[in-house]
């Protein structure tokens, strides 16, 4: 049995955990910078970078203390290499980097999107590849068949906005305040997901992509007519966005779905009706189910570290000039999607 450090540093949470090959969590820690960054409405980067270099050693030590372990106890060091804001990756390479050197331990650079992508292993023990998977985060929007460790088929991705980039701006729009995601849920609670009439882009096209840009613009013409509540707004969004998850999930269990389970993974699987909704589909795929706690579904330093135990397993290590990448998709082989911006 291996014990991994896990480090992760990539947008706004600062986060070390333990966690053995086996899938136990010995210890995790998480520092949130949501004061820093709640008077700009958004993560401002440099701020975040500075926060990552002032909280990341006291999460390190605490995680150890709490796992009364020390560094020499650790069989290897992992750390979110990209992608992500670079200035804050690089925080958390570059510390794992001197910890590895000076402890003796193998470096493993691990893509934050593989950190979300396996989390439901660490969840769930028993879910074995291939599964489904929806990455629903801040800056992704994917649908991918896992196969493997570092073997992942992109089968959608989004032309435009993710899905947390969206509920984040309706959240500004509608000022629910900062993070959006989860206000937006919470004001959603008293609505009515029928009040506002709203679009649902690229639901029924063939290839499963996504794009949100035409919802965010009709939610903002929503409420700038004055005509409705801003809790049916939210909930009319949220329920416009599940409609567009579900459509284009479906569309890929049907692409490709000899797949043991449907999973999904990111911070808008924090989502009480995304959740309800895509357990709905699996079974009427007959298919499992799995959703991470939803700690484990916002960014978390365990996932980074269970990504580094099944490549540890591998024995897929990493050298100690291995650089920071601001982006890093999972599927470099997935075809470019026309529309597609800058998201990966
Ligand atoms: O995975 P994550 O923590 O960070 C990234 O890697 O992006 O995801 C953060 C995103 C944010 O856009 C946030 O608004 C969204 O996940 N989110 C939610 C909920 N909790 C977090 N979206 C909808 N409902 C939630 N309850
Ligand atoms: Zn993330």
């Known amino acids: 049995m291996a014990i991994i450090l896990g480090i992760e540093s990539s947008c706004d949470e600062t986060a070390a955990a333990l966690v053995s090959s086996d899938g136990r969590i010995l210890a995790h820690r998480l520092a949130t910078q949501e004061e820093e960054h709640r008077p700009y409405g958004g993560v401002v980067p440099e701020l975040a970078a500075r926060a990552h270099v002032e909280k990341l050693g006291p999460l390190i030590e605490g995680a150890l203390a709490d796992a009364e372990l020390s ?88 032309i435009d906005d993710a899905a947390g980039e969206a509920f984040d701006k309706t959240a500004k729009l509608l000022k629910l305040g900062f993070p959006g995601g989860p206000a937006v849920e919470k004001a959603a609670r008293t609505g009515d997901p029928k009040a506002v009439p709203l679009p649902r882009p690229l639901v029924g096209t063939s290839e499963p992509h996504f794009s949100f840009a035409g919802l965010k613009s009709a939610v903002m013409r929503a409420a700038q007519s004055g005509q409705y509540k801003p809790e049916d707004i939210a909930a009319s969004f949220q329920q416009a966005v599940v409609d567009c998850l579900i459509d284009r999930t479906k569309r890929a269990l049907q692409a490709s779905g000899d797949v043991t389970a449907l999973v999904v993974a990111g911070g808008v699987a924090a989502n009480a009706s995304v959740r309800a909704a895509l357990e709905k589909l699996a079974g009427e795929h007959k298919l499992g189910f799995v959703a991470p706690p939803l700690w484990l579904c916002t960014d978390n330093a365990a996932m980074i570290g269970w990504a580094g135990a099944e490549r540890f397993a591998l024995g897929l290590t990493d050298p100690l ?18 529309g597609a911006g800058v998201k990966a």
């Open 321 to 338: 000039d291995v650089m920071a990448r601001p982006r890093w998709p999972l599927d470099p082989d997935a075809d470019k999607v026309r």
């Open 71 to 158: 560094l020499a106890d650790v069989d290897a060091i992992a750390a979110t290499a990209g992608p992500g804001l670079i200035g804050g990756v690089i925080v958390g390479l570059v510390t794992a980097k001197a910890l590895a050197h000076g402890a003796g331990k193998p470096l493993i650079a691990v893509n934050h999107l593989e950190g979300h992508a396996l989390s439901p292993r660490l969840a769930d023990q028993t879910l074995a590849y291939p599964y489904m998977l929806l990455l629903v985060s801040g800056g992704h929007c994917q649908i991918l068949k896992v196969e493997g460790v570092g073997r992942y088929k992109r089968l959608a991705t989004t």
